[in-house]
């Protein structure tokens, strides 16, 4: 079998983009929520549901998603699904209605539910093992970098053009990486065999636990951090007292520590052979860092989100690691439908859980503590893994 050549860096970079462009897209809601709801007449717990359509789809297509891409690679299917996405970009921006601001992030949905699930598949078919932390490192710096970019263009754009805008520049955004996808992907050396999976081989990855534990950490992990992302602009505006652009950028802050330490965890996972303790300690120390966050004031306050995004970027490249430590290749898409299917379902709840905490209790910090159980949940889990 051939070894992986330098030109996996530029399939890593591409794959990475990929991601982003949904991520992207995405995250241009959270700044323009408080607008929104007042646009449509919205409460926070209904204003929830523009974050969570975008992976109702997941929760569904996750798992056909795995054996489409299984069977047929990830290709033709990703230039396609980042047009997706661009076409749920501009839904968004038309939008006059809430139904069909609904729709527009249905339509990404769809994209990006073909985007988490394939994207990944591609990776382990260009890097080993012994360097498959670190790759995914790299590539788990995507919904970070999405972030800390969408933001303030965001509120930005809120500010001088109207919420429509952004989603115009998410649809140019989207339709570009699309087109750098179908030029630079293709599938690589370690790929294996692309021969047909029967339904032994299917019963093999939905029956393997280690895929499931992992997946249950990272339902529970984007449940808490979609959570705070997206309501953290608007509560630190409304309890902190921050304007909205330099709120945006305080909740930016856990993005750009984990832009940082996710390829520095995953180095550091390869380097030491162990990848547990990370998903332990880092899902304890987020909760913390959470509690603490509630309670912040003045020049505290960016440095506890700061230690949230340096607790939340221990999570991403190890949960990435263990599906194609646990599984072959020709069952990558299996594996990686699965992780889906459980992130989907936490982000799903994420938003409007958080709305309604906030909406009855009115209080931050009962509602960042509520949502750091689901941290302390995914510690929990982890500590059943049979990985090092």
């Not at 330098?6 to 809601?29: D, I, P």
């Amino acid at each position: 079998m051939q070894q992986p050549s330098n030109y996996r860096w530029a399939v890593l970079f591409v794959s990475f983009l990929t991601f982003v462009a949904f991520a992207f897209v995405f995250q241009l809601m959270p700044p323009l929520l408080e607008t929104v709801e007042k646009e449509f007449g919205l409460n926070e717990a209904q204003a929830g549901l523009l974050m969570s359509m975008a992976v109702v789809p997941g929760i569904f297509l996750a798992l056909p998603v795995g054996f489409i891409v299984n069977k047929y690679g990830f290709r033709l299917l990703g230039f396609f699904s980042t047009v997706v996405v661009a076409m749920g970009s501009l839904t968004t921006a038309l939008a006059n209605t809430f139904a069909t601001a609904l729709l527009g992030r249905l339509i990404l949905g769809v994209g990006g539910a073909f985007i988490i699930v394939g994207m990944p598949t591609i990776i382990p078919q260009w890097f080993s093992h012994k360097d498959l932390g670190k790759a995914m490192g790299i590539y788990g710096t995507n919904m970070p970098v999405a972030t800390i970019t969408a933001f303030p263009i965001s509120a930005v754009l809120l500010q001088n053009f109207g919420w429509h805008y952004p989603f115009h520049v998410g649809t140019v955004v989207a339709l570009a990486i699309a087109t750098v996808f179908a030029v630079v992907i293709r599938e690589g050396p370690l790929k294996g065999e692309r021969t047909p999976i029967g339904t032994e081989e299917v019963k093999r990855a939905v029956k393997n636990a280690e895929v499931w534990k992992a997946s249950l950490v990272w339902m529970f992990f984007n449940t808490t951090a979609i959570a705070f992302l997206s309501w953290a602009p608007k509560w630190f505006h409304i309890f902190k007292g921050l304007e909205p652009l330099y709120a945006s950028i305080t909740a930016n802050i856990l993005m750009y520590a984990a832009v940082v330490f996710v390829p520095i965890f995953g180095w550091a996972s390869d380097r030491s052979g162990r990848r547990k303790p990370f998903m332990i300690a880092g899902s304890i120390m987020m909760a913390l860092a959470l509690i603490a966050t509630a309670y912040a004031v003045s020049f505290t306050l960016p440095l506890a989100v700061l230690v949230l995004g340096i607790t939340a970027g221990t999570v991403p490249p190890i949960v990435m690691t263990i599906p194609p430590e646990s599984l072959p290749p020709n069952l990558a898409g299996t594996s990686f439908s699965i992780i889906t299917l459980c992130q989907n379902i936490g982000i799903t709840l994420s938003a409007p859980l958080a709305g309604y905490l906030i909406q009855t209790t009115q209080s931050l910090p009962l509602t960042f503590f509520g949502i750091s159980l689901f941290a302390l949940a995914a510690a929990i889990i982890a500590l059943t893994l049979k990985t090092k």
